[in-house]
């Protein structure tokens, strides 16, 4: 009795450490990927693609005013003649990247004038989806601006769309139209100022200053020509406003009060015929204040590259002759593919973890990847020790999570201008870990059949497992070896049972075997 109560106990001994190897085998271990890693916490900044930041949100912080300086040396080596102008602050810049080619005092102060209504096409295109809805113009749209400013003759409760007051905006330099449309979309030409400062403050344009939205002179309102180069940049991702800048003239229809059209003729002599015309031009904004003097922002595009140039107090036509240089200039810059991110380079793991009887426990991992690589043209040379990069993921998952699922980004920058950012997605899926035979639930509904089927999540790390022997070594551990060591214990505890059975036995007939023959000789004599 007590030598099968010791072989029970340690059957059951070896069962248990048995199970606890198993599940530590599948917690700990499945999710191995040998070229994949995950740190947690941040880091401000990184240069090399092996050290992208893990962070949790993308650093918001104040954009440095780019200076071409990083380009000069490149344009040196590359005998690349520099532009002459004569405006007191010019800017070329990469409408792609952001990258600033050639500048000059693009940081310097100086009154906008028209060339505001950017940023007043902007805020309205972002804030009004039905180009068809119709605004009224009030009695202070009209008569607050000066009679001899740019307007089109607008009257008191005369409407128009916002499609065509955009036009008249783009085109004519309309200033009663600027406050009408700011009326419209805020409530007030002050409301509307705020949202303004505070779209030019995310957009990186932190020396603009907008007191109002037709850029008339006013006490305080000040821009530079890079951050004017960017809020372009942000105006032309909105196609409507691309088509607007390019159209040379507009008939905007009879209204309420006028029965004839009212024809539109664009400012910027750049896109008509004549001696400034430039082919490459698609559009931009012209701007004139005494205190202002000439100013203009183009954009322009030549074998699928985009360029901005930015011209605060220029004169006239010195800002479409300063343009065409810069825009030479710009074109004729070498420009390469660059890859500056490459999505199987760089596939880092986040954990999963999950409540397994009230305690949190790491069940897998998931692989994440982004959508696809990211590619810029940039200058011939470009020196990538200039790239930075930075990562946006959690820094701890919870079951399931699917493949495919986006679970945060990459952002690439160049010289501290954020130029491009892809997805990343899980590459893996990841269900609730349940420690069960992995037929359990295709079997279970077969053993209770029922209206409604019983579906258990398996844990998946199988998917993101390049060995498939991880998942025969893991049904061995679980289930072929404790059958063996089963069999090999009921071997011994019978081996042992025939044994103390037979010595037994033995006992029996020792002293007692000659009465028993007595008995049964025959039996005997014959066994």
Do not use: C
Not at 299 to 311: D, F, K, Q, T, W
Not at 412 to 438: C, D, H, K, M
């Amino acid at each position: 009795m007590f030598l099968k109560t010791l072989l029970i106990l340690l059957y059951l001994l070896i069962m248990q450490i048995t199970s606890l190897y198993a599940y530590e085998y599948d917690i700990n271990n499945l999710y191995e990927y040998e070229h994949v890693y995950y740190q947690s916490g941040y880091i401000s900044e990184v240069n090399d693609i092996n050290e992208i930041n893990e962070t949790n949100e993308i650093d918001e912080g104040f954009e440095p005013v780019l200076d071409s300086h990083h380009i000069q040396p490149i344009l040196s080596e590359l005998q690349v003649p520099l532009p002459s102008y004569t405006a007191a602050s010019v800017v070329l810049m990469d409408a792609s990247t952001g990258l600033v080619l050639y500048s000059n005092d693009a940081t310097e102060h100086h009154y906008p004038a028209s060339i505001t209504k950017i940023m007043t096409a902007l805020i309205v295109l972002e804030n009004i989806s039905d180009l068809s809805e119709r605004i009224e113009f009030s009695y202070n749209s009209i008569f607050s601006i000066p009679r001899n400013s740019s307007h089109i003759y607008m009257d008191v409760r005369e409407t128009l769309t916002v499609y065509e007051a955009l036009y008249a905006l783009m085109l004519a330099s309309a200033n009663e139209v600027s406050i009408a449309l700011a009326e419209h979309v805020a409530g007030s030409v002050e409301e509307f100022v705020k949202l303004m400062n505070h779209r030019a403050f995310t957009i990186g344009a932190r020396d603009t200053i907008f007191v109002n939205p037709s850029g008339l002179p006013a006490s305080g309102q000040v821009t530079t020509a890079y951050d004017m180069a960017l809020i372009m940049r942000e105006a032309v991702r909105h196609p409507v406003f691309v088509e607007t800048i390019s159209t040379r003239t507009y008939m905007i229809p009879p209204t309420e009060r006028q029965p004839l059209e009212r024809p539109l003729r664009n400012t910027n002599h750049m896109i008509h015929q004549g001696q400034h015309f430039n082919e490459t031009v698609i559009g931009g904004k012209t701007g004139f204040t005494n205190l202002a003097q000439h100013t203009l922002v183009t954009y322009a595009e030549y074998n699928g590259r985009r360029l901005i140039v930015s011209i605060l107090r220029g004169g006239n036509p010195g800002i479409f002759n300063d343009t065409n240089a810069l825009l030479r200039f710009g074109f004729d810059i070498p420009f390469e593919e660059v890859t500056v991110f490459e999505n199987e380079r760089y596939t880092p793991t986040i954990p999963v973890y999950q409540n397994i009887n009230g305690s949190t426990i790491e069940i897998g991992r998931v692989i994440i990847r982004a959508d696809n690589d990211i590619s810029f043209n940039l200058p011939y040379g470009f020196n990538r020790a200039e790239l930075r990069y930075e990562l946006s993921i959690p820094e701890t998952l919870t079951p399931p999570v699917v493949a495919g699922e986006v679970l945060g980004r990459v952002t690439v920058y160049a010289q501290n201008l954020r130029v491009g950012e892809e997805n990343l997605i899980a590459r893996n899926t990841v269900s609730f870990y349940v420690p069960s035979p992995p037929d359990y639930a295709e079997n279970i509904n077969l053993w209770f059949p029922s209206e409604y089927p019983v579906h258990l999540y398996q844990p998946e790390y199988y998917e993101y497992v390049e060995d498939p022997h991880y998942w025969i070594m893991d049904y061995l551990v679980t289930f072929m070896i404790p059958l063996a060591l089963t069999g090999i214990m009921l071997a011994i505890a019978t081996v042992v049972f025939m044994t103390r059975r037979q010595r037994r036995s033995k006992k029996m007939f020792k002293g007692k075997q000659s009465r028993y023959v007595s008995r049964y000789g025959s039996y005997y004599r014959y066994k």
